[in-house]
């Protein structure tokens, strides 16, 4: 009766272990992953992706985790025509563009040239303060076969200097005054 008792506690504790994360800096550095058909999983490349231009990192694994307000941008490389589905702690929080899927190569392994073509599918997706956890799924396969690669970079979220926050509110302030002193 000890061992079933043990061995059921065992099975549920293996069964609720939360999946491994590797933890991110969010300071713009862009992260390869690979990609397999459309509703599958993207995975990290572990040094088996082609390398991009800029080097992106290749070594982490989703969910790639991270803390604070952010901005991620996520872009297609190689074949026009990927799309991807993001998702923060399980939560959908935003697509990739919509695009004409011609399977070209246009860009090849050229982060700056994928962002600037229009050609590829991309999304900036605000996140706000807390802890991350960041998984992505494949929507379309440009080639409708197993294989590609992509990359998204995590950046901070701008704050706001406290000399903003004084200017916009004196502004503010002056146009209630401005307002009240029409009004009389």
Request: aromatic share 8%; hydrophobic share 50%; net charge negative.
């Amino acid at each position: 009766m000890t061992r079933l008792v043990f061995a059921m506690a065992l099975l549920v504790a293996m069964w609720i272990a939360p999946a491994s994360a590797d933890p991110i800096a969010p300071d713009g550095t862009f992260h390869e992953f690979g990609f397999g058909l459309a509703g599958t999983a993207v995975f990290g490349c572990a040094d088996g992706c082609v390398p991009t231009v800029p080097l992106a990192e290749q070594s982490t694994d989703a969910p790639w985790t991270f803390s604070g307000s952010a901005v991620l941008l996520i872009t297609d490389l190689f074949n026009v025509g990927d799309r991807f589905e993001v998702f923060d702690n399980l939560v959908s929080v935003g697509v990739t563009s919509v695009v004409v899927n011609t399977g070209l190569n246009v860009c090849d392994n050229d982060i700056n040239c994928a962002l600037t073509s229009g050609l590829y599918s991309q999304a900036s997706l605000a996140l706000g303060a807390g802890s991350h956890s960041i998984t992505i799924d494949v929507i379309d396969n440009a080639l409708g076969f197993d294989g590609g690669a992509a990359v998204f970079s995590v950046s901070a979220a701008a704050v706001p200097a406290p000399g903003t926050w004084l200017l916009l509110g004196s502004g503010l302030v002056g146009l209630g005054l401005a307002l009240r002193l029409r009004l009389v």
